[in-house]
């Protein structure tokens, strides 16, 4: 190795020590000299590693925050509720409203069908009404006998001058109609007299009573001795609640017509042609002091109050209604029916 010229000229004993000073110096400078170098290398990579560190947690905490409103969009999907919205069974339920077809079944009450009083205009509500169109009677509405106890009791006739008991066994209801047969056969009724007829009578006592309105029945008449059809109504207290006589016939086609009162019975009677032959209709019109009887819808006969003595008035207290075959004949021409098609009441 050669050494510069100074350092030829020193001492045996300096020379070790500034050659060892020399290498000392030579090993300090050269690290500083590679950090002069490149000044650039530690520095850059020490800040990119960070800045990828510093990157890498906001990347994911986006995206994770990003994540949760997605599930939650998917979660509006509410069309589960949607889907869970299977009230469409529900609408399928509205199949009842199909099957409530029970409208045609309260349409198909009779009510609706029938019509007003035969020959009578303006309006009319129906209260009561027996078509008969049963199979037997309507026990709701009516008693097969004359006062009985029970539906089944025989009874006395009405009235002291007829021949025949009434026995419910002599009341029938079918092909739309009631039939009071009389017959010859000895009965006893429930007073302990024994008749040689048997008849049939049906009354609505105790079931249906009405203070004024329309009542009209549509019968065929019986033709024959002895017998006496009727059809009329009653009050409580005879004869100081009235009777009105509606029809009363004798075996021909002569129909008669009364209202009785403890001051008497004023009526009359009209031929209604046909009238045991044929179907015909027979009301009374009751309104407050005044009666009007109606044939075939053809005014009879009218009552008002000044028509009765004594200063009497007609009935306002409620009636019941009868409809009954007597017979008025030892001799009577039996079996023998008094037909009858329906009863109806209305009112305004």
């Known amino acids: ?49 960070k800045a990828a560190d510093v990157r890498q947690v906001p990347t994911p905490t986006p995206t994770a925050t990003l994540v949760p409103p997605t599930p939650t969009v998917t979660r509006t999907p509410v069309p589960p509720t949607a889907t869970h919205t299977p009230v469409p069974p529900t609408a399928t339920n509205t199949p009842t409203a199909t099957s409530t077809p ?11 069908t029938i019509p007003p009083p035969v020959g009578q205009s303006g309006s009319w509500n129906l209260v009561f009404h027996d078509e008969f169109n049963g199979t037997s009677l309507d026990l709701t509405k009516w008693r097969p006998n004359w006062n009985g106890d029970t539906d089944t009791a025989i009874s006395p006739p009405v009235n002291r001058s007829e021949s025949a008991c009434y026995d419910p066994q002599q009341v029938a209801e079918s092909n739309g109609e009631l039939d009071l047969t009389a017959i010859a056969g000895s009965c006893t009724a429930s007073n302990g007299i024994t008749y ?41 207290n005879w004869p100081q609640d009235g009777e009105i006589d509606i029809l009363e016939a004798y075996g ?72 009954n075959l007597g017979l008025d004949s030892p001799q009577a021409a ?15």
């Open 252 to 323: 021909t086609d002569t129909s008669t017509f009364h209202y009785y009162y403890p001051g008497g019975s004023p009526g009359g009677d009209t031929v209604v042609p046909g009238a045991t032959a044929g179907w015909h209709t027979y009301a009374v019109d009751w309104e407050p002091g005044m009666i009007t009887w109606y044939y075939d819808g053809r005014q009879v006969w009218q009552l008002t109050n000044a028509g009765l003595a004594g200063g009497s008035a007609i009935a306002s207290t409620p009636q019941y209604l009868i409809l």
């Open 1 to 49: 190795m050669r050494f510069p010229f100074a350092y030829m000229g020193l001492s045996r004993a300096a020379r070790p020590i500034i050659a060892a000073g020399i290498l000392c110096g030579l090993f300090l400078w050269i690290p500083f000299a590679g950090v002069i170098a490149h000044p650039a290398h530690g520095r850059s990579s020490h800040v990119s590693r």
């Open 196 to 236: 040689p007829y048997r008849s049939g009578l049906i009354e609505s006592n105790g079931k249906y009573s009405f203070t004024y309105g329309y009542a009209e029945a549509r019968i065929w008449a019986p033709a024959g001795t002895g017998s006496w059809p009727a059809f009329w109504s009653d009050g409580q």
């Open 334 to 348: 039996v079996p023998v029916t008094m037909r009858v098609d329906y009863v109806r009441v209305w009112q305004r």
């Open 102 to 112: 029970l409208p045609p079944t309260v349409t198909s009450t009779s009510t609706p």
